[in-house]
């Protein structure tokens, strides 16, 4: 848990915290007012690289947060975040258009819409005294659903534990104990979600075929990756109302038999799949598609250089910043059973490109080392396994560009 939690022992009396979304109310007895008022639950959000611990090193919103995380009766809370744009609205302070994730480690279970929960230990008077890191936001996963200048506004929630997110607002205010907001202005130069209509369907056929093609990338089509490809088309129509999730169900299940039968026979022409796919994908939409082909690639457990080949050329083709797309790839090789170690790694799995001299190599190779080397002792015998793998790896390339 980020911060230091203090409880604090007050000499009156003690009440229930009630919050609505307009704001927070604070219930504390005699003369507190003030106390409370200075420790009222704040969240702000900062632009810039976080925290080094947190592993990333791209761009990102860092939400933080300070002051009362406090429950009545309850010795946990549930923080929820969730991000609104509130460009259109004529009062900020209203619920505004869910704000959607490219990548699904900040999006709700289920769905699209981004929104992240964690749970705290808690008391009656439990609360941060500084700043804390609640979760760095990359700015590259935000989708608000225009192009253009948007105003976002970032919510933070302590609720009962039971309290749940749907579609970027809370399923039920009853549990809600404390909230805050702030609003930030947002350049967004990609079509958004709504914008993305007009070709959505077959910009979701075009990355099916791509998953195909990923999914083949070693000889073969297995079980498990062709199930995480099912899974991603399930995911696609949570959003739909009943008609047209009958519909486009009733699509993909075509669709599915006859892009496996020809990514199997090798009848799928990937230049000009993948041309097809830039021409029309936002960046968002790239960035969903290259999850899904990671998803696929550590499916069966493991990574080998095929897949390996096959997806970096696919990330360089589509324009996606290739810092932020290392990192994608960075937890699912920490996850996967087996690395094919038998063949020399891909020098691009590292970032490393033809064009760079060896000192540049050099560079970015002793920093890989340096993360990786700093989880060799993971408590997850897994990620200790693989990380001792990928520090190998790397010592064997530095020496090939240290001679």
Known sequence: ????????????????????????????????????????????????????????TIDCYNVEMAGMISHPTDDQVKIILSIQDVTDNENEND??????????????????????????????????????????????????????????????????????????????????????????????????????????????????????????????????????IKAWVKNLTSLLDDDKAVE????????????????????????NLVKDFN???SKSQKYTAMQLLLDISGADGTLSKQEDIFINKIAKTTGINLSTFKEMKNKVIANVDNLDLSEKPSEESFGLTEDMDDAEKMKILRKEYTKWNGQTNHKDSKKKKRAKEMVKIIADLRKQYSS
């Open 1 to 56: 848990m980020e911060g230091i939690l203090i409880v604090i022992v007050l000499s009156i009396g003690w009440a229930i915290l009630k919050a609505i979304f307009s704001g927070v109310t604070g219930i504390g007895g005699d003369d507190s007012s003030s106390s409370e008022e200075a420790n009222k639950f704040t969240v702000k959000v900062k632009k810039g690289k976080p925290p080094k611990n947190t592993g990333l």
């Open 95 to 228: 619920a505004g258009a869910p704000v959607l994730s490219a990548h699904e480690t900040f999006s709700e279970k289920g769905s699209r819409v981004l929104g992240v929960e964690r749970i705290y230990e808690s008391g009656p008077r439990t609360y941060f005294p500084d700043w804390s890191l609640f979760i760095p936001v990359p700015i590259d996963f935000i989708i608000p659903p225009h192009k253009g200048k948007r105003r976002i506004k970032f919510l933070l929630c302590v609720a009962d534990t039971g309290t749940t997110m749907e579609r970027g607002s809370l399923a039920d205010t009853s549990g809600l104990q404390h909230i805050s907001t702030d609003i930030i202005n947002f350049t967004f130069k990609e079509p958004g979600y709504m914008d993305e209509l007009i070709n959505k369907e077959k910009v979701e056929d075009l990355t099916i075929k791509l998953g195909m093609c990923m999914a083949a990338a070693d000889g073969h089509l297995d079980q498990k990756e062709l199930n995480t």
């Open 248 to 271: 486009r169900n009733k699509h993909f299940s075509n669709f599915l038999k006859s892009s496996s039968i020809a990514a199997k026979s090798n009848k799928i022409s990937l230049s």
């Open 279 to 281: 021409d029309i994908a």
